[in-house]
């Protein structure tokens, strides 16, 4: 077999888990993997680390819903008011955890956000700030928990 083939289907196959999440601590909280999670933060993973995506663990936890593991991440001392820093899907630099959390109604995470000193006044790119997202998708339990 050709080299030149082989190598770089080689390579693809074996870094195929790095390409699908950013840092392992990032790919364990947008799974809500809290065992992994916690070995890979007692191994030295920061929870503000910015992965590959331009995001932090915290931010994919918010995205993907995963309470649990956004909850584990502001107890390390995970920043809410990390923004992120790429694009990634309709999502542009400058979106907050907070504006994800309400984006899709994740009024737990929201809760967990807030109480963690979460700015609810941010804005993203579109001027939009979290209650903005979760009056426009009608979130009623969301829109309770954020100031007017």
């Not at 009024?107 to 426009?136: F, M, N």
């Amino acid at each position: 077999m050709n080299l030149r083939v082989l190598v770089p289907a080689l390579t693809m196959v074996l870094c195929a888990p790095a390409l699908q999440g950013g840092t392992k601590l990032s790919r364990a909280a947008l799974d809500g993997n809290i065992a992994q999670m916690t070995q890979l933060m007692e191994a030295g993973e920061k929870v503000n680390d910015i992965d590959k995506w331009g995001w932090t663990p915290l931010l994919w936890a918010c995205y993907y819903g995963q309470e649990k593991a956004a909850v584990l991440l502001l107890e390390r001392g995970a920043d809410p008011n990390l923004l992120t820093i790429k694009s990634y899907g309709r999502y542009q630099p400058g979106t907050s955890p907070l504006i994800l959390a309400a984006y899709y109604g994740h009024a737990k995470i929201v809760k967990a956000l807030l109480d963690h000193k979460a700015d609810p006044a941010l804005k993203d790119s579109k001027g939009q700030t979290a209650r903005d997202y979760a009056e426009s998708f009608s979130f009623a339990e969301v829109v309770a928990l954020l100031p007017k």
